[in-house]
């Protein structure tokens, strides 16, 4: 590639002094950058064009630099798809798909048009010119994930349409060389066919599968669930390579395999951004901006008049394939500029291909194409971030302003825990996985000390403090802050009340351990009384194994409980889980119609999938889940508190009747009582 080498060594040759400059540049150039309201991405790109072998040359774009820029391309789409709503995705597929085949086919067409009408080129190599444009790279998702906007819909389905997009243009790529080395036949094609389906089949059956397993037997959060994500990313980006597709696609789809298992809200996936953020995806911004070379203008018109060929059939068609997709499903201005300005980024695929062409000898495809396609990644590498920030500060100002009651309480979660607890960790992810997103309050814990004597209650007290400090550090892997509270109290149960008063606690999560005592009612002395005693939302749960590896939630619903005045509330907590963990709802209703809790369920946010069907009685109930249940179920069961609406003397033995057929993930869900209507924020505003 043109001036791509230096004739002079480069004065930081030193690993270490290119990989501290490298680190001072990821540091210093978002900074700078967002003084003057630029995407901090922009900086990046910059400098990499500044310090590079066609700049100040401080920095030769050497095979480490290649290498740690391939590893942060992949691990950008990776993290796009574990950070997609895999619900909406597969609603919303049928949406990727359309807008994939017109980002490829428009640019397609008329790149190949422009190529043999107005270059002259073969049709072949007409081809491989338009596949240049007609691929893209989420330069600018970064932006996206600053904004908080991965699970909005128009930027789900325009990561899905980019492998599709992407995926095509690379085909033609492989065709086209294929035709020009002259083994574009019978094998070829089905080499590829075959190939292409066994890899998506075995990544999309196997990896969930391993996945669980590995989950089940290492469930302490430690540095071997990263290493064993990394280990199915890079297996997958390779294996893709070997069946003919780029690794990009191998990354995205091995992202959408793991989804379900790693949780939003969850220390893993903060480590897993974090570092993607900090290292892996600015050293390919660092690598695409090296790649610029602005001697080219000088070059001659030849360069010049394809570059700007390029970028204006680049941006005509990009923004065609995105208004076409905003007009069919009724996307927004600010959406449809969105979906543009992600779409509109050039980098690795349309160097790859234009490089490959070279390589190969098509026609046409000389130094100057190179030095074109390189001017073009560096116009629209500063175009599409400008514009997705732009979309997305319009999207962000337009969701705050959704209806929201400002007068309600906001949602504060107490945990108790006690010092022989077991299972504190996963009983503290149940509560991350219920907590709002726009809830700025900390997770509150409590745990309650009997007294005995004034040294040995000091000394509890101590113990319970230090173990309060470990769940605070492992919440604090998922950048959720803990407020920790030690209470001493000859009742525990008024302890755990007085904390909910204290700290205006609107949910309760407490951890049942499945064990009947003597005292027992529903789950025991204390978990009795605080629910006697408390008008809150509490959830009662059995929480042996991650919450991640839940494929399905089966949902008991007994009759009456759709007229409790917390329904709503209930069902929204249940809906959250159902979005965190990716895992459908099956609702199994007792005595009653199911019509009425599907429009409940239907009408509230977050969208979820749900099915409901009758169960005729509390024997047949049992006898189902007998018989139906998974290892990787979460059984919920809605519930009311004795007097309340729904209450039925069947519910005070469920919980141990349930617990005695299912030895797996099991939550009791108690509607608060005397909800106000106007206190309600969960309620779905189209």
Known sequence: ???????????????????????????????????????????????????????LALLERDETIQLLGEVGLIYLLFVAALEIDLNRFVEYS?????????????????????????????????????????SHTLLAYPVVTQFGLAKNEAMTVTVGGTILTDTLALLVLAVVIAAVGGTLDAAFWLGLAIGLSA???????????????????????SYFEFLFVLSVLFVCAALAELVGVEHIVGAFLAGLALNRLVPETGPLMNRI????????????LLSVGML????????????????????????????AAAWATGRLYGYGREEVLGIFGLSVGQAAAALAIVQIGFDAGVPGFGQHMINAVVLMILVVSLFSPAVVDRAGSALVRARDREPYDPTAAPQRVLVPISRGSTYRE???????????????????????????????????????EAMLEGVESYASGAEISIETHTRVDHNVASGIVRSVLDNRITTLVIGWDGARSRTQATFGHVIDQVLDRTTQLALVGRIRTPLNTTDRI???????????????????????????????????????????????????????????????????????????????????CLSSRRSDVGWHPQLQRLPSRISSVTDGNFVVVYPATDVQDDDRQFFRFD
Do not use: C
Not at 432 to 457: A, K
């Open 426 to 464: 996963s009983l503290l992810d149940l509560a991350l996985s219920i907590r709002d997103d726009r809830s700025e309050e900390p997770i509150h814990t409590v745990s309650v000390v009997r007294p005995s004597g004034y040294s040995r209650t000091q000394a509890d007290v101590a113990e319970a």
């Open 292 to 319: 610029v070379d602005v001697r080219v203008l000088l070059e001659g018109l030849e360069t010049i008049g394809l570059a700007l060929s390029l970028i204006l059939m680049v941006v005509v068609t990009k923004y």
């Open 94 to 134: 049928e949406r990727s798909v359309v807008f994939g085949v017109l980002s490829f086919v428009i640019p397609q067409i008329v790149g190949t048009v422009v190529g043999v009408i107005v270059l002259e080129f073969t049709l072949p190599a007409a081809s491989l010119f338009a596949a240049i444009f007609a």
């Open 199 to 221: 890899f998506f089949v075995g990544v999309w059956v196997l990896v969930p599968r391993i996945g669980r397993w590995f989950f089940r037997i290492h469930s302490e959060e």
């Open 554 to 636: 089966l949902l008991v619903v007994p009759p009456g409980i759709v007229d409790n005045d917390g329904i709503d509330e209930a069902l929204h907590t249940v809906k959250l889980v159902s979005r965190r963990t990716v895992a459908p709802v099956r609702g199994l209703v007792v005595d009653d119609a199911t019509r009425p809790i599907e429009r409940r369920f239907d009408g509230i946010d977050p969208e979820a999938p749900g099915t409901f069907g009758r169960i005729g009685g509390w024997d047949e109930l049992l006898q189902q889940l007998r018989e139906e249940r998974r290892p990787t179920d979460l059984v919920v």
């Open 1 to 55: 590639m043109a001036a791509l080498e230096s004739p002079h060594s480069p004065p930081f040759d030193d690993p270490i002094l290119v990989f501290g400059l490298a680190v001072v540049i990821f540091l210093v150039a978002p900074l700078v950058l967002k003084r003057y309201r630029l995407p901090g991405i922009v900086g990046i790109i910059l400098a990499g064009a500044a310090i590079g072998p066609n700049g």
């Open 273 to 284: 951004q974090f570092v993607g953020n900090a290292l892996f995806i600015p050293f390919f």
